[in-house]
């Protein structure tokens, strides 16, 4: 479905999700200004509960419309979260020779996104 109105729906969301991620990531990187990328991390993570979440919304019948999940599934959810900067912030845990901090963060990344996705789809299990 190509319209005008989705493809609002769509530069909403993802203008409100990138803002959001923007402040969560200098929030924490204030409060922790370490070599561990944990600002990029945890809106990663809340980024995987949230499209969880909403998934399951729009799974129930008549949860959400269409408009409404484009704003939040396509439009903030990606907007918010960040493969990009995900990538850019391993490698340069490795250049750096942090490997530990480098293996922690892509196995964290990829399992913990998965749990909180899974937990996000629970919150509201098809009706």
């Known amino acids: 479905m190509f319209s005008m109105k989705a493809v609002l729906m769509v530069a909403a969301g993802s203008a409100l999700g990138g803002v959001a991620r923007y402040g969560l990531q200098m929030l924490v990187y204030k409060l922790y200004p370490g070599p561990f990328p944990l600002g990029t991390f945890l809106v990663n993570l809340i980024g995987c509960f949230l499209i969880g979440w909403f998934f399951s919304l729009a799974e129930r019948a008549g949860a959400i419309n269409q408009e ?5 599934i396509t439009g903030f ?3 918010f979260t960040t493969f990009s900067t ?19 963060y892509v196995t964290g990344s990829v399992a913990l996104g998965m749990l909180m996705t899974y937990l996000g789809m ?6």
């Open 77 to 79: 959810c990606g907007g």
């Open 68 to 72: 409404t999940k484009l704003f939040l």
């Open 122 to 127: 629970q919150v509201i299990k098809p009706a």
């Open 86 to 104: 995900y990538s850019v912030d391993a490698l340069s845990l490795l250049r750096a020779g942090r490997t530990g901090y480098f293996f922690l």
